[in-house]
C-alpha cells in the first residue's frame, strides 16, 4: 500500500510540472525587471536624460539599439533606467493596502459585532470610488505629481485585499486551536502574529501579487495623464504619452517600447499570481 501511495504522489507531481513552467517563467520575467530596477543606472548604455537635436525619432542603430524619442533621448536607456521608477509607486501601493488591509480583516474578524460592520461598511463606501477616478481627483486637488495618487491608490485598493482576506481570517479565527490558546490565556497579539497570520500569508502573498499588475497599469495610466510622473523622468506611463504624437508620424517607437514593457510586466505578475494561488492554495485556477 506504501508502494502504490508513493507512486501516485510521484505520478501527480509528474503531471503537474508542465503547469509550473508557466509560474517559473513568469517568475523569471518578473525577477529580471526587478533586478533592472535595482541596477538600471548601472546597466543603461546612455544618459536617460541627455538630449540630441540632431537625432531625434531616429531608428535602431549600432548607437542607439531601440532608437530615440521625440527628443533624441536613447529610448533603450530610458526603459532600463524607468523600471525602477515604473515598479516603485506600484509597490508602494500594494505594500501599504496589503499591511493595512491584512490588519483591518484580522481585527473584523477577531472582534467581530460592531467592528466588523464598521470596517465592512467603510470598504463599501471606498469600494464604490474606483480607484483610478479617486487618484486623477486627488492629484488634480493636490498637484501633479506621485505622492497623491499613491495615497489615493493604497486606499482604493483596501477593500481588495481586506474582503479576500477578512473571508479566510473568519474561518480561521473560529477553529478550535484558536479557542484552545485563549483558554490557556495567551496574548491576542501573539495569537495575531504566531498563529492567524502565518496561515494567512498565502492568500495575502496571491492577492498582493497580482494586485501589483493592476496597480502599475493605474500608476501608469495616472502618468500618461500628466498626473504622475512629470518630464524628464523615464517612467513608463510617461513615455507612452510622450511618445502619443509621434504615432500619426509613423514613428510609434516610443510609445510602443514602453507599452510593450507595461504588457509583459502585468502579464508575468498576473500570471505569477495564478500559479502562486495553485501552488499555496491548491486552487484549480
Known sequence: MTTALSTRIALKRRTGRPRD??????????????????????????????????????GPSATHL??????????????????????????????????????????AAWFGGRCDRLVSGALDIVFGFPGLIMAVL????????????????????????????RSAAIKERNLPYVSALQLL?????????RHLLPNLLPLVLVQATIGFGYALLDVAAISFLGLGSQ??????????????????????????YAGIAILVVVVAFNLLGTGLSRRLLGENA
Open 66 to 107: 531601440l532608437g530615440t524619442d521625440d527628443t533624441g533621448r536613447d529610448l533603450l536607456s530610458r526603459l532600463i533606467a524607468g523600471t525602477r521608477a515604473s515598479l516603485a509607486a506600484p509597490a508602494v501601493v500594494i505594500a501599504v493596502s496589503t499591511t493595512l488591509g491584512t490588519v483591518l480583516a484580522l481585527a
Open 21 to 58: 513552467h508557466l509560474t517559473l517563467g513568469a517568475a523569471c520575467v518578473v525577477a529580471l525587471f526587478v533586478l533592472l530596477a535595482v541596477l538600471g543606472p548601472l546597466l543603461a548604455p546612455h544618459d536617460p536624460n541627455a538630449v540630441d537635436p540632431l537625432n531625434v525619432n531616429a
Open 231 to 256: 518630464p524628464p523622468d523615464p517612467e513608463w506611463g510617461l513615455m507612452v504619452s510622450n511618445g502619443a504624437p509621434s504615432i500619426l508620424a509613423g514613428q510609434p517607437q516610443q510609445s510602443l
Open 185 to 193: 490565556g495567551a496574548p491576542t497579539a501573539r495569537i495575531w502574529l
Open 138 to 165: 486627488v492629484a488634480a486637488v493636490f498637484g501633479a505629481g506621485l505622492t497623491a495618487p499613491i495615497v489615493a491608490l493604497s486606499i482604493a485598493y483596501l477593500p481588495l485585499i481586506t474582503r479576500v482576506v
